[in-house]
């Protein structure tokens, strides 16, 4: 008898994985044999996700739901990331990261971002290193750079003014929160450890993080 029905370990958590070309009778029958045999594997409230793209209509989903609800488990569906950019990555961009939920994990870059390598991703991104003169790093959410920046820098590229670009130096080219840009001055104090750029009054300054 084919499965219609499986359940996987994916990333440490539950999936459900329904074949979406059977007939929706036997995929509910399936899945209430196969839960009233694991009954006491499951423990209540554990969470089962089901797979973005799941080509099932809404009341269906909705029935699945309500039998995995009898059985004390939750269900949570894992909504499909959007794109970052329409374009496919270059071998010197590093890939966006993947969502968990609703909440978008922070990239963290354990390297030098050198010249002619372009970093995107939807969340923060984390650089364990510098950002050299050529290099580019765009997140939709803050940059914080371990090292010196002396590359471009573009934090809250969804449009987030509230975002912010942190490093040990900030040298850059170009600084962009937002829809705002701005350099680093020719001339600034940096005696300062660790320097953040952030939006205040319409502008972008860059300031001592620690003030």
């Not at 996987?8 to 899945?31: A, C, I, P, R």
């Not at 009954?39 to 029935?63: C, I, M, S």
């Not at 030098?112 to 995107?120: D, E, I, L, N, Y």
Request: charged letters at 25%.
């Amino acid at each position: 008898m084919r499965e219609d029905i499986v359940f996987k370990g994916v990333n440490g958590k539950l999936q459900l994985v329904v074949n979406n070309t059977s007939d929706f009778t036997h995929v509910l029958e399936q899945l209430r044999a196969k839960l009233k045999l694991a009954n006491e594997f499951f423990h209540a409230g554990t969470v089962v996700k089901l797979p973005a793209g799941l080509k099932l209509a809404r009341d269906q989903q909705q029935e699945i739901i309500a039998v995995l609800s009898e059985h004390g488990l939750t269900c949570e569906k894992t909504p499909e990331p959007p794109p970052i950019s329409p374009r496919a990555a270059s071998p010197e961009e590093v890939a966006p990261g993947e969502r968990e939920g609703y909440e978008i994990k922070a990239l963290v870059v354990n390297k030098t971002v050198r010249s002619g390598q372009k970093v995107v991703h939807n969340g923060s991104v984390v650089v364990i290193g510098d950002v050299n003169p050529g290099a580019q790093v765009v997140a939709g959410e803050d940059i914080i750079i371990m090292g010196a920046c002396r590359g471009v820098a573009h934090a809250g590229a969804n449009g987030n003014e509230a975002a912010t670009i942190t490093a040990a130096k900030i040298l850059a080219t170009q600084l962009r929160i937002a829809g705002l840009i701005a350099r680093a001055p020719d001339k600034v104090d940096k005696s300062a450890n660790v320097e953040i750029a952030r939006i205040k009054d319409g502008t972008v300054i860059i300031e001592p993080a620690n003030r």
